[in-house]
C-alpha cells in the first residue's frame, strides 16, 4: 500500500502534485527530496499554490529513507541529477512515475533503477504556470498511467487504489506508449512554438504562421512514431488540437515559461529526438529542423 510519496523537482508539476497530495492525505504523506545545495537555497523560500501559501517538508538527498511512491518531475537536462538524488529513497518496493515530457525518461530511469519499479506516466491536460516560487492553474487535467503491453500489472493496480484514496484524477490506459507518444506530439507543436514565436495557446491556435509550423512540427511526430510502430492519426492530431482548445488561452507551456525566465529548455527532448528519429528512418523533418534552430538561437541570446 502506498502512503509516503517523495517528489524529485519542485517545479510546476512538482508543487502541482505535491499540493494535491498534502491536501488529501496531509502533510506527511508528501516530502520533496533535494541536493544539499537546493535545500540550503529554498529553505528561506515562500511557495504559493494559486496564492495560497504552501509549507513542504525538505528532506536532504543523504537523509532520505526508502519511501512507497518517488513521483520525478524535473527538466530534462536534469535528469541525470535526479537519479542521484533519489538513490536513498528507491528500495525493493518503491514505485516509480515519471511526469516528465517526452518518450524518453521511463527507460534512462530503467537503467538504474530497474523497468519493473516503474509505472509510465503521462501528465495531460493542466495549465500550470509557475513564475519564480507561485504555481497558478486553472485546470490540473490528469495522470495517465499504465504500463507496456505484456508486463505485470500489480504495481499499476497499486497506484490505482491510492490514487482513488487521495481522489488524484487519472486515467488508466491500454496502449499507454500510443498515449506518451501523442502527448510528445502534442509537446513538440505546441511548446517550441509558443517559444519560438513569443506567444499563448491563443497564438497557436489563431490561422497564421504559428498554427501552420505548429502543425507541421506534430505531423512530423507522427511520421516518425508510425516509422517507430506507434499508430498515431491524423484524428490523434485533432484531438490533442481539441484538448489544447480547453487550457486557458492565455496561459502558455513550460518552453515559454523557460525562455520567459531565461533558462534552459527541453528542445534537446522535443526537436532534437524528432531529429534524431527522423534521421535514422530517412523522414525529412524541416519543421523541427527551422524550431530547434531558432530555440537555440533564442537561448544563445539570453
Keep these: 500500500m502506498i502512503e509516503k510519496t517523495a517528489i524529485i523537482g519542485m517545479g510546476a508539476l512538482g508543487l502541482l502534485y505535491g499540493s494535491h ?6 502533510s506527511d504523506a508528501v516530502t520533496f527530496v533535494v541536493s544539499d545545495e537546493r535545500r540550503r537555497r529554498y529553505r528561506d523560500k515562500i511557495f504559493t499554490v494559486n496564492g495560497k501559501v504552501v509549507d513542504f517538508t525538505l528532506e536532504s538527498e543523504e537523509e532520505a529513507l526508502p519511501v512507497d511512491l518517488v513521483i520525478v518531475a524535473v527538466k530534462y537536462h536534469d535528469l541525470e541529477s535526479a537519479l542521484d538524488t533519489m538513490k536513498n529513497c528507491v528500495g525493493s518496493h518503491t514505485v516509480i512515475m515519471s511526469v516528465m515530457n517526452g518518450i524518453s525518461s521511463e527507460r534512462i530511469i530503467a537503467e538504474r533503477y530497474g523497468e519493473e519499479n516503474i509505472v509510465y506516466t503521462v501528465a495531460q491536460g493542466m495549465d500550470a504556470v509557475k513564475i519564480g ?11 495517465h498511467i499504465g504500463v507496456p503491453a505484456g508486463r505485470n500489472d500489480a504495481l499499476l ?28 506530439m502534442l509537446n513538440v507543436g505546441v511548446n517550441q512554438t509558443c517559444m519560438v514565436y513569443g506567444t499563448d495557446y491563443a497564438g497557436c491556435l489563431k490561422p497564421g504562421e504559428a498554427h501552420d509550423v505548429m502543425i507541421a512540427a506534430m505531423r512530423e511526430v507522427k511520421a516518425v512514431a508510425n516509422a517507430e510502430g506507434i499508430g498515431i492519426t491524423e484524428e490523434t492530431i485533432e484531438e490533442y488540437i481539441d484538448i489544447l482548445r480547453t487550457l486557458r488561452p492565455d496561459s502558455v507551456p513550460s518552453m515559454r515559461q523557460d525562455s520567459m525566465q531565461k533558462r534552459k529548455t527541453e528542445v534537446d527532448m522535443f526537436a532534437g529526438t524528432v531529429i534524431e528519429l527522423a534521421e535514422k528512418h530517412g523522414i525529412p523533418v524541416p519543421a523541427n529542423e527551422f524550431l530547434f534552430y531558432r530555440a537555440k538561437q533564442i537561448e544563445a541570446a539570453y
Design 21 to 26: 497530495i498534502a491536501d488529501h492525505a496531509g
Design 133 to 143: 516560487d507561485d504555481l497558478t492553474f486553472s485546470q490540473m487535467g490528469k495522470l
Design 157 to 184: 493496480r497499486e497506484v490505482v487504489s491510492y490514487f482513488d484514496r487521495i481522489e488524484m484524477p487519472y486515467v488508466t490506459e491500454e496502449d499507454i506508449m500510443l498515449r506518451m507518444w501523442s502527448k510528445f
